[in-house]
DNA sequence: GTCGTTGCAAAGCCTTTGCAGGGAA
DNA sequence: TTCCCTGCAAAGGCTTTGCAACGAC
């Protein structure tokens, strides 16, 4: 069984809240302000059960390493600026569903990544 | 100046002559067998050579890390076998390219990951 | 009172780096 | 001969794990 402590709830709170992916320091760093003692184990277990019950889900970042970000949003892709190297959520979904991939092979999911310039970086 | 050296040809070969993304370890055990004396930090630092100057390109694997194949490979995608854990190349493009980004954004290249069951683990 | 959770520190990966010897040009 | 490259080993990050104390139920 899984108990319900203040830390728990600190980390997913702090995922939920946030509209772009965050790193596990910046979890740690919002989730102090909730709960001060919060430890960076605590997150990463807590974010790894998350993650294994589907309320989270990962992203890998080439140079920032690895992401999470909450399950619950719409299916979205995201944009990574090579100018600041953030990482920004980009609504809808621009795949096209069908004969994507060789006969034989079942797609379950997709993910599609963009990289170029923000429009910060961009003028 | 970069000089040609045998440990330097053999780590380009093998990954020149993979048909899919290879992790350090593969390239390392292929490379070796060109190159008995072969070392891991030579693979690593000339992968990240190559990385630079655009000949190889870098996958993301959630589970089996970073992965490098050739960048010299037409456009595709990747495709990850949820029961095996392989990775597969998928020929083509299924990205629509038209206004994939919010305005403003400028979109210079973008990667696409399928997940699910590959011809052998969905039977 | 149980037993899942936490904080701390140590241990484990993967990757990078310092250094001295070796080899390409 | 020059100085880039390699092998080795140590050091660096990020992530996981062991353990005793803590706290939810």
Same sequence: chains 1, 2.
Avoid: W
Avoid at 72 to 86: A, L, M, R, T, V
């Amino acid at each position: 069984m899984t108990r319900q402590t203040s830390q728990r709830s600190a980390i997913e709170q702090v995922i939920q809240d946030s509209d772009r992916p965050m790193g596990i320091d910046e979890i740690l760093s919002k989730g102090k302000e909730i709960v001060e003692s919060l430890n960076q184990a605590t997150v990463y277990r807590n974010v790894k059960l998350l993650l294994d019950c589907g309320t989270v889900r990962q992203i890998l970042h080439p140079t920032q390493g690895t992401l999470y970000e909450t399950a619950e949003k719409d299916h979205h892709h995201h944009f990574h600026c090579h100018g600041c190297n953030k990482v920004y959520d980009v609504p809808g979904c621009a795949l096209k569903e069908d004969g994507i991939a060789p006969k034989g092979f079942v797609v379950e999911d997709h993910e599609v990544f963009l990289y170029g310039k923000c429009p910060e970086c961009s003028g």
